[in-house]
Nanobody, 114 residues
Framework: QVQLVESGGGLVQAGGSLRLSCAAS????????MGWYRQAPGKQRELVADISSGGSTNYADSVKGRFTISRDNAKNMVYLQMNSLKPEDTAVYYC????????WGQGTQVTVSS
């Protein structure tokens, strides 16, 4: 059974930082491309950042220079370090794994107050 469990969300003031974690099980983690997505109320889910099985990264323009995605294949973990947070970063953040199939976590709420 595949499980992706996000953690690390919460309430933070603008300018602050959070580190999201996603623990994966039930998949061969090292061959999966991993990604972080977010969905704000009334908006579509959007890509925040992803990291390939080989370690290549890609970021949405809105988070470049502020967010960093990383992975630890030994621990089956993917992380999203979020710095200089803005109120517009407020959303539910989801972890996704993709190889032949794609799997989603349940999400973790991030709220940035102004």
């Amino acid at each position: 059974q595949v499980q992706l469990v996000e953690s690390g969300g919460g309430l933070v003031q603008a300018g602050g930082s959070l580190r999201l974690s996603c623990a994966a099980s039930g998949i061969i983690f090292s061959i999966n491309d991993m990604g972080w997505y977010r969905q704000a109320p009334g908006k579509q889910r959007e890509l925040v950042a992803d990291i390939s099985s080989g370690g290549s990264t890609n970021y949405a323009d809105s988070v470049k220079g502020r967010f960093t995605i990383s992975r630890d294949n030994a621990k089956n973990m993917v992380y999203l370090q979020m710095n200089s947070l803005k109120p517009e970063d407020t959303a539910v953040y989801y972890c996704k794994a993709r190889y032949r199939y794609q799997y989603w976590g349940q999400g973790t709420q991030v709220t940035v107050s102004s």
